[in-house]
């Protein structure tokens, strides 16, 4: 090969050129300014919002139990057939409810819109009416099973999303969670696609009163395992104790909220009972006597109680139909956003309610206001 000094320097220059436009290209480039980052919330909610929506974020909300949508059971305690499920969805939008996880609710994370109350939907022991495929393959949801009725009214309600808490059997002899085998990974792929959550109702559905606190350790344990090996990236941080029964010692009821067994570590920051009553906000103080002559459970997130639809005992307390009529009667008593995620708006009438330690703890202020006389006053700190 014959060397060109030329030719060497004019493929020199070349290369120095096109480096030079890279380079200024680049420089360009970075100079773009960035995005404006979102606007912050604003410190307070205005006297125009609290005015128009009345906030309330220390009342109680509902957490609905249901087993079993099916059309051939009549309506009880453990059976809601599918219209008058359709039903309970509209009565609820209706009266400015939208639903939120049992996670959301404990953590305080609830994105509602303000002027509206939160409500968990939840369903045990993962019953094939919860959840049915009628082609897998394709993907078609029975239209009449839970999820395919959530999501069908979310579609007619964009304002309502289609979440719920699902307590999950599963493993132990027990038959796959929601009843179709090979498609108990599909489902909980799915279910966590829409918002859902996937908790835990233990792994054999034993009765935790029965049990030592290490028996509860790993059969708690061993139904996140089970669970996360379907779906890895659930957060199993919710737990619903078979048939309500909270256990004797203090040390057995400490293993429902956290523990450890065969190389699982768990921590519930949701442990729920049976039907009985709503429960007040997560910001609430707990205390022996439960508030308001009893009609509502205090904020304690290891003890949350639930309310049960039942069409024939509408008049009694611990039914969906009872408290529906309660709240509609007692406005001031229920939970009501303010919009803003990160101000506890609370009327003065309920100021003595709140834990201002919980409040400071998840990074929020606390806002007491009256609309008598001056509207707003501030209390507590923020992050």
Not at 6 to 27: D, E, P
Not at 114 to 124: E, L, N, Q, R, S
Not at 365 to 373: A, K, M, R, V, W
Request: charged share 25%.
């Amino acid at each position: 090969m014959t060397y060109r000094p030329a030719s060497r320097l004019l493929h020199l220059a070349c290369v120095l050129a096109v480096t030079a436009v890279s380079l200024a290209g680049c420089k360009r480039e970075a100079a773009k300014p960035a995005p404006p980052p979102k606007p912050e919330p604003p410190p307070q909610v205005s006297e125009l919002d609290l005015r128009s929506y009345r906030p309330n974020e220390a009342g109680a909300v509902m957490v609905i139990m249901y087993h079993r949508i099916e059309a051939n059971r009549k309506n009880d305690d453990m059976n809601r057939t599918p219209e008058q499920f359709r039903q309970d969805l509209k009565d609820l939008y209706d009266r400015g409810y939208r639903a939120v996880t049992l996670r959301e609710f404990a953590e305080n994370r609830m994105d509602v819109p303000a002027g509206k109350t939160p409500v968990v939907i939840t369903f045990d022991d993962s019953y094939l009416s919860q959840f049915r495929y009628l082609d897998p393959a394709g993907g078609e949801i029975d239209p009449d099973c839970a999820v395919g009725i959530m999501e069908e009214f979310s579609r007619a309600h964009p304002d309502w999303k289609p979440k719920a808490t699902f307590f999950i059997l599963h493993g132990a002899g027990n038959p796959p969670a929601f009843y179709q085998e090979g498609l108990t990974e599909t489902k909980f792929a799915h279910l966590l696609e829409i918002g859902c959550e996937i908790a835990s109702h233990s792994l054999t559905h034993r009765n935790f009163r029965r049990m030592s606190a290490t028996e509860i350790e790993k059969d708690i344990a061993g139904s996140v395992r089970q669970i996360k090996e379907l779906a890895p990236n659930a957060e199993v941080t919710s737990l619903a104790i078979p048939y309500g029964n909270i256990p004797k010692s203090k040390v057995a009821l400490a293993a429902c909220a956290s523990g450890s067994a065969d190389g699982v570590d768990y921590r519930m920051t949701a442990v729920v009972l049976a039907a009985w009553r709503p429960t007040l906000s997560p910001i609430t103080k707990v205390g022996k006597k439960a508030p308001f002559a009893g009609q509502v459970a205090s904020g304690d997130m290891t003890r949350i109680e639930r309310v049960l639809p039942h069409p024939g005992k509408a008049s009694l307390a611990g039914t969906l139909e009872y408290y529906l009529k309660f709240f509609d009667d007692n406005p001031n008593m229920r939970y009501v956003s303010d919009g803003n995620p990160k101000v506890v708006a609370v009327p003065r009438g309920s100021a003595s309610l709140v834990d201002e330690e919980k409040v400071t703890a998840q990074g929020k202020l606390l806002q007491i206001y009256t609309l008598e006389t001056k509207p707003v006053s501030s209390a507590g700190t923020g992050p």
